[in-house]
């Protein structure tokens, strides 16, 4: 059975750090990882994906990596800034559906 | 395009009724999933369909949870009869392929009573 883990479950840092969310995952079977953005009542937003064959991905600020022999990606965020508040959340695609790990609720203070 | 549309956003009911939850897919986009979120056990999927048609419903916690696609711009999740478990937020999502980015809806959230 598929298994994804996020570490830490919850973050608080300072504006202006540079942080790094942590994403593992048990199935080597992975077509590609997704990171998104949940706000608190809201859907999620996708962030960022990396196809299997890829090792990382960027968009503005936001860094994610992928590791498929170690079952690991991370999501690096530079420059961290308040409104980037929010819970993020990885998907493992082994096979047409996402399973996700539980989150890193994450607060950036002024 | 307007994103992937659910109705209705909030639902309050009483345990025993019969809820059904709605969905309209992104156009185009041929996968479409239904997850459930709660605190305790996070984000789940019940079921996604593919053209249409049912693929995995192993994730359907109980027979009184049942999902149906009659065409590609609509889907329904009914629970019947509802339970207070039953509570949380429900997503519908969809997307290309199936392995491509997926897009959510901003969810139903569910209150039995």
């Known amino acids: 059975k598929q298994e994804v883990t996020q570490i830490p479950a919850a973050l608080s840092v300072p504006e202006g750090e540079n942080l790094v969310l942590n994403c593992s995952f048990t199935d080597s079977a992975i077509y590609n990882l997704q990171w998104f953005r949940q706000d608190p009542g809201k859907g999620l937003t996708s962030l960022l994906l990396?196809?299997?064959?890829?090792r990382e991905q960027t968009s503005g600020r936001l860094n994610a990596s992928l590791d498929k022999s170690s079952g690991r990606s991370t999501l690096y965020i530079a420059a961290s800034q308040p409104g980037d508040s929010a819970t993020y959340l990885c998907?493992?695609?082994?096979?047409?559906?996402?399973?996700f790990g539980g989150g890193t609720r994450l607060m950036v203070k002024p | 395009d307007a994103g992937v549309i659910q109705s209705p956003r909030h639902e309050v009911t009483e345990m025993g009724q019969e809820v059904t939850l709605r969905c309209k897919p992104i156009s185009g986009h041929d996968y479409l999933f239904w997850y459930r979120q709660t605190m305790m056990r996070g984000l789940e999927l019940l079921i996604y369909?593919?053209?249409?048609?049912?693929?995995?419903d192993s994730g359907m916690p109980e027979d009184r949870f049942s999902a149906k696609m009659p065409n590609a711009s609509f889907s329904t999740l009914k629970i019947q009869p509802s339970e207070p478990r039953d509570s949380a937020v429900y997503f519908c999502a969809s997307s290309f392929w199936g392995t491509e980015k997926l897009f959510f809806g901003s969810g139903t959230q569910l209150s039995v009573l």
């Open positions: 990396i196809q299997s064959s890829q």
């Open positions: 998907g493992q695609n082994a096979g047409n559906m996402l399973t």
């Open positions: 369909f593919n053209n249409n048609v049912p693929i995995d």
